[in-house]
DNA sequence: CATGAATGAGGGTTCATTCAT
DNA sequence: TATGAATGAACCCTCATTCAT
């Protein structure tokens, strides 16, 4: 959609197969090494082409991480959305909003690995204003279900919730610098362990 | 083509007021911009001299910040170990190394940032092998006393070790992207909201 | 801080036509003002294109020179091996040599001349040892002749080989900085001009 | 004399002790690395000061290697003016000029190495033109005795004058390349050497 | 769709030189 | 005399991007 060099009249406005696959490799790289000290070259060495050809599919090396982060945070956000409209408790919605965090990590690792690096220095530039956007709606997401199970009683009423949120994101998110998809540990099981570090801390239960 | 460059007489090693005062200025610009995108010449604007100049104080850009990792992660090994010495009980220890976490990140504010946001790219250059070696110096310690505390029965013994410390870690340091060292809250304050979360979790203590 | 570049489909050392112009050049200039003092874009300019163009058909400055000595050298032990092959007594072979030498001069003007001037200079690099394994294959072929003549008795035996040997390599090599291929006298004449002087001296012959 | 930057009421306008010592620190590194890839700094380090220093005593880093070069041209000049003044036969004269040759070339080494690789490169400067000059001094003294030994039969008739010149002066200046003043050959010893492969060429004398 | 050649801006670095102290 | 800090010009090289073929 964005950054798309398709004409007006395609149909198809976000292209064939080729351009999934190159900015498969893109996302790739830049998680892996980075997405300013990816070069352009990189990318089109990986894809076997020459770099200028990549500018077929692309505008610009922005406009390829613009794709890729996009249709992540479409995802995630479509995925909170969800949990929301199912109204659970409090402690059950954080369940399920750390669930579904790991269930975006496992489709959009790269992307995740992207917006977890760069978000910060790409959402300086008007292009990536809604980078900052979507920051400022998860953060709503959150503090709105640690708020609500404050009032409930069920969380610790001396919980400062801006703290508790970025304690929550930074937990979730970072896990994507060494989550492995394919080791033994697979979404789910690091979610809920995820879940009773958090609700619980690290101290054994008292009888 | 060649290599070497200063030798005897040369200042570049010495440190000077002037030198130091650079370094703090680069390690700003590092911290807040990257390192990468960082250029030498912003470094020297801010500094009010022309870029060459910098060279009569430093190698290269790369040399800043290595200097700026090291004499941080200096500081934090000797916080850590004088913990160590003090031979607590693996709560107290915990509570203690998060605190001089969060004192090292009071003192070190840039190099903290710097370090989270790039060691993992700077390590794959021989000459920045030694972050490599401080993160595994790092695992090591957290380690040590997660499982010292499980085998005491006053942690968790579902805790998988690994997760817990990495749960921990990205918690702690990722907090230098948010805090505020001139704001309300300071760091004692926030290392023992840290230690709480970490501890208890952030559910409503039962009864 | 990187390193490696060029990859897979790329030019670099595949050999076109604009590439063998862009050495000639190179070349050209690198003979007439030192390779030390021609800047890269002195080259571009040359050649009509920005100096930075020219990074798509050589990985640097010193790769030009590389492939420029590694030619020219390549020809000349070639010559020389023929000379060999043919197995003639020592006074022709001194003959051949010299002319063979003076004829990898009229096809490698340029090269030569970077040879004689840089590759002293060049030669303390580890790029460019085959400079000095080049230099010692020469001196071996040369001394070898020379002795070889002195125990058939048709070179004095007073002859100090090794100054011998370095009195024709400076006499031959050297001519390159003053012969010029336009002029009157071709590279025959030169060549036998030194063998005569080379064998007989500058003595008329007695009686 | 030159580039000195003593002002114009001073007795010894050559400069102090420390001058000297400076000039041949300098000499040394300009022959054995080369004049242009010499940087002040080396120089200075050499010395064991700052590279700023070294402009108490030098206008430049040319009038360095200016003041190097007309000292040797100055005496080289001499010596071969004497030569010229005692008047020998063709012979002899040769004889002498490429012993005065060696003469200076192992009292000023470092400068006779600097004049062969770089009096090139340097006389196309307006400041260097003496280098010029110099070079065509020589040329004549040695054409002159070529021609009259031609005349008097001595040497042989079918001798290119300017090309036997040229040999003889390659062969003659390249020397200081390998010669080692402290090895067993002394200057005089090479010399005479020379001189008969100059005279006679490399092949035994028939019966 | 892809190539191959080029652009143009900028990046890190070097180095002779200056000058107040 | 020497230091130490700085200048300013130039250098090699990188890289996103363009475009004719």
Redesign the interface.
């Known amino acids: 959609m964005v950054g798309s060099k398709r004409s007006a009249g395609d149909v198809a406005t976000t292209g064939s197969r080729r351009r999934a696959e190159l900015l498969a490799i893109a996302a790739d790289l830049f998680a892996r090494?980075?997405f300013?000290?990816t070069t352009v070259r990189e990318i089109a060495?990986a894809a076997?082409?020459?770099s200028g050809s990549l500018y077929h599919h692309f505008d610009s090396k922005e406009s390829m991480v613009d794709e890729i982060l996009r249709e992540f945070l479409g995802y995630q956000q479509e995925l909170y959305a969800e949990v929301l409209r199912e109204e659970h408790d409090p402690?059950t919605t954080?369940t399920e909003l750390v669930r579904r965090s790991f269930q975006a990590m496992d489709r959009y690792r790269s992307a995740v690995t992207i917006y977890q690096?760069e978000a910060?220095?790409l959402a300086q530039f008007d292009r990536f204003a809604y980078l900052r956007r979507a920051g400022n709606d998860f953060e709503r997401t959150w503090t709105k279900v640690?708020q609500q199970?404050q009032r409930d009683?069920?969380?610790?009423?001396?919980?400062?919730v801006k703290?508790?949120y970025?304690?929550i994101r930074?937990?979730v998110w970072?896990?994507v610098?060494?989550y492995n998809p394919r080791g033994r540990?697979n979404a789910q099981v690091?979610a809920d362990?995820?879940v009773?570090?958090?609700?619980?801390?690290?101290?054994?239960?008292r009888a």
């Open positions: 090494r980075g300013v000290v060495d076997g082409i020459l402690r954080i690096n910060k220095h640690l199970g009683g069920v969380f610790r009423d001396d919980l400062h703290i508790a970025r304690f930074d937990t970072t896990t610098h060494w540990l690091i362990q995820h009773t570090l958090l609700c619980e801390g690290i101290m054994a239960p």
